[in-house]
C-alpha cells in the first residue's frame, strides 16, 4: 500500500473553489485531507509542486479511441490499453474509457475481454465506450455502415453480462426497438445518442427511456433546424442530459460550442483521440482507409474529418482560449462533469477526502501537464515519464 504522504501547491483546485498553499493528503489510493500546508502533521512526507503550478483532479475521457500510435479497434487487447492510457497520461488524464467504433461481433466480444482483464489490473480504465454498431447509416461519419444492424435480444444480454466497470453505449435511438435503452439504462449502462438522424420527438421519447448522454455534440446528428429541431434543441433544454463536445477548432466551430454552453444541458469534454495522440505518426489506418493529420485535423482523403488528435489538456485549454471559458470551470469539465456522467460523481472529479487521489500537476497559463497520480501513486513525474515500476505504463 502507498504510503501516506502529501502534495503539496501553492494552488489548489479542488472541483469547487481554489485553495492557496494547501496540501493533499494521500492515504494509499484515496484522499485523506486537504488542509492548509501549515496545519500538516510532522513527519508526512512532502511532494511540493514547483512555483506557479497548480494542483486539480485527474482528467477523465469518456472517448478514446487510441493514442500512442495504436488504434483499440486495431488489437483489443490489455496491452493496446496500457499503451493508450500511457500515452493519454501525458495530457492530464487519470481515468478513461477505451472506445471501440462500430465493427464486428467478433471484436467487440474481445474488446469486452481485454477491458474487463484491464479494469482488475488497472485503476486509469474505468471501463470501456462501445460507439456503434447501432447506428444510423444516414449519419456513419468514417464508420463502417456495412457493419451497422439493429440490436437484438442477444445483443442486450450480451452487453449486460459483458459489462466491467462502466459501460457507455453510443446509439441512434432511432434505430433501436422500444424498451432496448431502457433495459441497458435499468442494468447501469449508460446510453447516449449519436451518428443518429431521429427527430426531436425520437429523442425525447430516449431520454425518457434512460439515454442521458450526447456524443460528440453537433457531429454526426441531425442538424439543429427552425421546423425539426433534432437531438440538438433537447440536448440544449435537458437539464440531466450531459453534452459531450469535441473542442480542437475543427469538429465544431467556437459560436456553436458557445452556444451549447449557454444550454441547460451538462457539457463535458472528450477527446476523440485517435492513434497520433501522444503518438509519432502523423497517420493511421482505419477501415481499411487511410487517415493523414495535418494542421491538427484528422481526415480522410476526401477531407471527412475522423476522430480527433488532441488529448483532454488540449480541450482544456482551447475551452479557455476559444471560448472564453474560466480555467476552473473549464476543469469542472474535464472532470466533475465526466464524473458525474459515468455514475462516479461520488469517488473521482473532486479532490475532497473520500474520493480516489487522481490529480494533475500543471501550468495554469499553458495547461502543461508536469505530474500525475493515479489512485495515489505518481504515475507521470516531472521528466513526463513513469517514475518506478508502475505496472500500467
Known sequence: MTQRHAVVARTVFDGLGLHHDHAVVIDGGDIA??????????????????????????FIDCQVNGGGDVLFNDAPTVATIERIVAAHLRLGTTAL???????????????????????ATNPAVLGIHLEGPFLSPEKPGVHDRALF????????????EGRAGTMLVTLAPERVPAGFIRRLADAGIRVALGHSAATYAETKAALAEGLTGFTHLFNAMRALESREPGPIAAALETPDAWLGLIVDGHHVAPPMLRLALRGLGRPMLVSDAMP??????????????????????????????????????????NCVEMLGVPLTEALCYASAEPAAFLGLGGTLGRIAPGYRADLVAFDPRT??????????????????????????L
Open 33 to 58: 485531507a486537504i488542509l492548509p500546508r501549515s496545519g500538516l502533521p510532522a513527519g508526512v512526507p512532502v511532494h511540493a509542486l514547483q512555483d506557479g503550478a497548480w494542483l486539480a483532479p485527474g
Open 97 to 119: 474509457l477505451p472506445t471501440l467504433i462500430t465493427d464486428t461481433p467478433a471484436k467487440m466480444r474481445a474488446a469486452l475481454g481485454a477491458v474487463r482483464e484491464a479494469v
Open 149 to 160: 444492424r439493429a440490436p437484438t435480444e442477444a445483443d442486450a444480454a450480451a452487453l449486460i
Open 276 to 317: 497520433p495522440v501522444g503518438g509519432r505518426k502523423s497517420g493511421f489506418v482505419l477501415n481499411g482507409v487511410e487517415i493523414s493529420v495535418r494542421e491538427g485535423r484528422c481526415t480522410r482523403a476526401n477531407g471527412t474529418l475522423a476522430g480527433a488528435a488532441i488529448g483532454m489538456a488540449d480541450a482544456v485549454r
Open 367 to 392: 495547461i502543461a501537464i508536469h505530474q500525475a497520480w493515479v489512485a495515489g501513486r505518481m504515475r507521470l513525474d516531472e521528466r513526463g515519464s513513469a517514475p518506478g515500476s508502475a505496472p500500467s
